[in-house]
């Protein structure tokens, strides 16, 4: 629409040196710079990273230091957490406590900007959980500024049949994570956001009626092109690969069940990427059995180098809020085999996928174990599958084309959002 848009980007969590969360706070934030003038707000523990990418301080960004509070709380969360990897729900409770201070310093900085219409959009990227609330929503509402939120995500219910991978990953405060929907903060914040990303259709779902008027739906992951470097697709064997850390909720073991006898047979080979408490139990269960190779962890290459090689990344979790290693694989033209549950069960259809029905623990196993002999006799859908999959992330989960859906947004919100939201999905 002519002059392009300053938006302030509030991201909390965003180093592109780093995985999940703050990966996918740099990356969108980044992304808006080339739809919008954006000045990127993070926090002062990426500020290296950030100048390591050549943003310049000041300019580009600025760092807010918020340690004085978040630090002892991450050490708290570390602590309550029981576990490296465990208690995800404890985490984002404790950051919820210590986030407002973030915020508050936040406003002392830009407040007089924001007030003056410095800022065209004040977006709040990260961060992603839908429980932590927003004092900026307000303080931007009386200054009549829009105010961006999202993409939220998280929260998804653990499946029926899986408490023991629940107690496992000491998800103790999920059972009454619904409580955060009493905060006082969520209402004001859902009230004075002018428009709301959610990145999950459960999220969307948690957002009261009241406010589904400007819920828009995009999921949070995307893809960098220049991360990815397409290969010629494989041939042979049938080659499947699981990607992720080794613990229960993933699911390696139900994996390692379902492709015992094609491993046996050596009509399949499996690569296991990853690291985590479950590796020996695993090794131990796959002993003696040819055809599968424990890399470990791996560099975010080297990684790809071996997953370009497979021809399915066979991935039973049961619990994913976003699912970012399926877009990954779809990117390298590698068919995702999933659970067809929470993240991944939205960004997989069968032209590009092949999706498992959430059951028991037994019907999962079942399901991948004749999803995959059915591929080992007769691949001749794959290359198919491989090359929609390809196109369905050009076409909606290249970081530039989500930039793209989110400038849009920014347009129906300075126009005065007189039409319905954008609708991308």
């Given at each position: 629409?002519?002059?392009?848009?300053?938006?302030?980007?509030?991201?909390?969590?965003?180093?592109?040196?780093?995985?999940?969360?703050?990966?996918?706070?740099?990356?969108?934030?980044?992304?808006?710079?080339?739809?919008?003038?954006?000045?990127?707000?993070?926090?002062?523990?990426?500020?290296?990273?950030?100048?390591?990418?050549?943003?310049?301080?000041?300019?580009?960004?600025?760092?807010?230091?918020?340690?004085?509070?978040?630090?002892?709380?991450?050490k708290?969360?570390?602590?309550?957490?029981?576990?490296e990897?465990?208690?995800?729900?404890?985490?984002?409770?404790?950051?919820?406590?210590?986030?407002?201070?973030?915020?508050?310093?936040?406003?002392?900085?830009?407040?007089?900007?924001?007030?003056?219409?410095?800022?065209?959009?004040?977006?709040?990227?990260?961060?992603?959980?839908?429980?932590?609330?927003?004092?900026?929503?307000?303080?931007?509402?009386?200054?009549?500024?829009?105010?961006?939120?999202?993409?939220?995500?998280?929260?998804?219910?653990?499946?029926?049949?899986?408490?023991?991978?629940?107690?496992?990953?000491?998800?103790?405060?999920?059972?009454?994570?619904?409580?955060?929907?009493?905060?006082?903060g969520?209402?004001?914040?859902?009230?004075?956001?002018?428009?709301?990303?959610v990145?999950?259709?459960?999220?969307?779902?948690?957002?009261?009626?009241?406010?589904?008027?400007?819920?828009?739906?995009?999921?949070?992951?995307?893809?960098?092109?220049?991360?990815f470097?397409?290969?010629?697709?494989?041939?042979?064997?049938?080659?499947?690969?699981?990607?992720?850390?080794?613990?229960?909720?993933?699911?390696?073991?139900?994996?390692?069940?379902?492709?015992?006898?094609?491993?046996?047979?050596?009509?399949?080979?499996?690569?296991?990427?990853?690291?985590?408490?479950?590796?020996?139990?695993?090794?131990?269960?796959?002993?003696d059995?040819?055809?599968?190779?424990?890399?470990?962890?791996?560099?975010?290459?080297?990684v790809?180098?071996?997953?370009?090689?497979?021809?399915?990344?066979?991935?039973?979790?049961?619990?994913?809020?976003?699912?970012?290693?399926?877009?990954?694989?779809?990117?390298?033209?590698?068919?995702?085999?999933?659970?067809?549950?929470?993240?991944?069960?939205e960004?997989?259809?069968?032209?590009?996928?092949?999706?498992?029905?959430?059951?028991?623990?037994?019907?999962?196993?079942?399901?991948?174990?004749?999803?995959?002999?059915?591929?080992?006799?007769?691949?001749?859908?794959l290359?198919?599958?491989?090359?929609?999959?390809?196109?369905?992330?050009?076409?909606?989960?290249?970081?530039?084309?989500?930039?793209?859906?989110?400038?849009?947004?920014?347009?129906?919100?300075?126009?005065?959002?007189?039409?319905?939201?954008?609708?991308?999905?």
């Open positions: 629409m002519g002059t392009r848009l300053k938006v302030l980007a509030i991201a909390e969590a965003a180093n592109p040196e780093w995985v999940s969360v703050p990966l996918v706070g740099w990356s969108l934030a980044s992304a808006l710079r080339e739809v919008a003038d954006v000045h990127i707000v993070t926090q002062v523990r990426n500020r290296e990273a950030f100048l390591r990418a050549g943003l310049c301080e000041g300019r580009d960004f600025t760092a807010i230091d918020s340690e004085a509070l978040s630090r002892p709380a991450w708290l969360a570390e602590r309550l957490r029981m576990g990897g465990k208690g995800w729900t404890m985490v984002q409770a404790i950051n919820a406590l210590s986030y407002p201070l973030f915020e508050r310093l936040v406003w002392k900085r830009f407040g007089d900007g924001i007030r003056a219409g410095d800022w065209d959009i004040v977006h709040r990227i990260t961060p992603l959980s839908p429980t932590i609330s927003s004092s900026l929503a307000g303080r931007c509402a009386g200054a009549g500024v829009p105010f961006v939120l999202g993409p939220l995500n998280g929260g998804v219910p653990w499946p029926k049949g899986f408490e023991a991978e629940r107690r496992a990953e000491k998800e103790w405060l999920s059972y009454v994570r619904g409580a955060y929907k009493l905060l006082p969520r209402g004001a914040t859902l009230s004075h956001a002018s428009a709301i990303i990145g999950s259709q459960h999220t969307a779902s948690e957002i009261p009626q009241t406010h589904q008027h400007k819920r828009i739906y995009i999921p949070e992951n995307g893809i960098d092109p220049a991360r470097h397409r290969r010629a697709a494989p041939s042979g064997v049938l080659r499947a690969a699981f990607v992720g850390r080794m613990v229960p909720y993933k699911g390696p073991d139900m994996l390692i069940e379902a492709a015992m006898p094609l491993l046996q047979s050596g009509t399949l080979q499996l690569d296991m990427i990853g690291d985590g408490p479950m590796t020996e139990a695993l090794k131990t269960q796959a002993a059995v040819p055809g599968i190779t424990f890399h470990g962890w791996k560099a975010h290459e080297e790809q180098d071996i997953l370009a090689r497979c021809h399915l990344l066979s991935f039973p979790s049961i619990r994913e809020f976003g699912g970012g290693v399926v877009l990954e694989a779809m990117a390298l033209g590698v068919v995702p085999m999933i659970v067809d549950y929470a993240g991944p069960g960004l997989v259809q069968p032209e590009w996928g092949i999706k498992i029905p959430c059951a028991t623990r037994p019907e999962i196993v079942q399901g991948f174990a004749k999803a995959l002999s059915d591929l080992a006799d007769d691949p001749s859908a290359p198919a599958m491989a090359q929609a999959a390809r196109a369905r992330v050009d076409s909606h989960f290249l970081w530039a084309r989500k930039a793209e859906q989110i400038a849009q947004i920014y347009d129906w919100l300075r126009e005065g959002a007189p039409q319905p939201a954008p609708c991308f999905f």
